[in-house]
């Protein structure tokens, strides 16, 4: 509670909610308070170490935005927006992530067709449950590897696009960034895909906000349509999972709900368990947990089905979802995770105050897409999944067609 308050009071120190310190101890406390409604925590003692790293975030993002060399500019620097070219970007991107979904699943021999009866959409749905989680794996092809980043890349570029655009039309066929990850969640069921398409939509609207010098201000109307939303992406998961099923019941409805209760916040109780039985040895990772992605494409390690395999009980369901903390102690100890989070706040505290001012803005929008995905999928560590770090990059070449640097401005 005492996080929050200063959280609430930062307008006297620190400029607004994007300062990345404030985001990571905005979205870290309320998961914790809600975590601590909804779920059973019976182990406190990773949460007490996520709100010191917590607090501390906000000093550090409080040091990187007074940090002077980024504060003010001598000489103005612009920017120009192709926004033509975005589009094209746009909805090249939305196509090859459908293209993903229709390969993979004609490689494991079904049809597009089914989805368009119920039916066969519950058949879909529970094959590719019993695929996934049973003892016979397929192999991705390359095709589907290659196409596989672009799922994610579409709504990212969704994000910047909703905010940059000029005409409504493009703005509202942003929304079409969600398509391919939507079409993953009704016909694979994988959950984690869309809610990473709607962190790296909102991502996006972020970043392109701080570009164009806008900053959130909280009312009641964006209160509300806020929580209709929240409301409306639960309800969205649940019958996602209740297709898994095979059955649409009464019953299998309240399952569903105990289940994405868990889904969405069991990384804490998890965390807290795994936390209060650690014993401070020496870290052994050395980076293979939170950069698995890169370990695993290299050769030097296989990446299990949601990282560890270890299952713990909460509020009579299982997780072995332990939050980005697990992996961060595992590879850099106790400390060094701390540290980890304090320095990389600082250097997308420095990225936000260029973004602001117009300095590095292909450096800046890389780093803070890196951060506010980092912050807010905090299941695991965003660098597990190769996926990931491909679309990452793909972000980068994207800025670098669409926004162009316009230095030495003459103030007017």
């Not at 780093?367 to 999944?385: D, K, P, V």
Request: hydrophobic share 50%.
């Amino acid at each position: 509670m005492i996080v929050l308050i200063l959280i609430l009071v930062h307008n006297n120190i620190i400029s607004s909610f994007f300062n990345p310190g404030v985001f990571f101890g905005l979205v870290w406390s309320i998961q914790i308070l809600i975590s601590n409604i909804f779920l059973e925590n019976n182990h406190n003692s990773g949460s007490l170490y996520i709100l010191i790293v917590v607090f501390f975030s906000l000093i550090s993002g409080f040091i990187g935005e007074k940090l002077p060399m980024f504060v003010n500019n001598k000489k103005k620097i612009d920017y120009s927006f192709n926004e033509r070219l975005s589009t094209v970007c746009l909805y090249v991107s939305i196509l090859l992530g459908v293209l993903y979904e229709i390969f993979l699943l004609r490689s494991k021999g079904m049809s597009i067709l089914s989805i368009f009866e119920v039916g066969g959409l519950l058949d879909l749905n529970v094959q590719n449950a019993a695929i996934r989680y049973g003892d016979v794996a397929i192999k991705s092809s390359l095709v589907t590897k290659v196409l596989l980043p672009f799922t994610y890349l579409a709504p990212s570029i969704g994000g910047i696009h909703f905010v940059l655009s000029n005409k409504k039309s493009n703005k509202y066929l942003s929304l079409l960034s969600f398509l391919p990850t939507f079409l993953s969640l009704t016909i694979e069921n994988t959950k984690s895909g869309f809610i990473s398409a709607i962190i790296l939509f909102v991502s996006g609207i972020i970043i392109a906000n701080l570009l164009k010098n806008k900053y959130f201000e909280i009312n009641l109307k964006k209160i509300f349509m806020l929580v209709i939303i929240t409301i409306f992406l639960f309800y969205l998961l649940i019958f996602s999972m209740v297709l898994r099923s095979g059955e649409i019941s009464t019953r299998m409805f309240d399952f569903a709900q105990k289940k994405i209760i868990v889904y969405a916040l069991g990384h804490i109780s998890a965390f807290n368990i795994w936390f209060s039985d650690f014993s401070m040895v020496p870290p052994n990772g050395i980076g293979k947990y939170t950069f698995l992605g890169i370990y695993n494409t290299l050769g030097l390690t296989v990446r299990d089905q949601g990282v560890f395999n270890e299952f713990v009980y909460i509020n009579g369901t299982t997780t072995n979802v332990y939050s980005f903390f697990r992996s961060l102690i595992m590879d850099f100890s106790v400390v060094g995770a701390f540290l980890f989070i304090l320095l990389f706040t600082i250097l997308a505290t420095i990225a936000y105050k260029s973004l602001i001012n117009k300095v590095n803005i292909y450096f800046s929008i890389f780093i803070l897409f890196n951060y506010y995905f980092f912050t807010m999928f905090n299941f695991t560590s965003i660098w597990t999944y190769s996926s990931y770090i491909l679309m990452l990059i793909l972000i980068l070449v994207y800025s670098k067609m669409i926004i162009r640097e316009i230095k030495n401005v003459k103030e007017k």
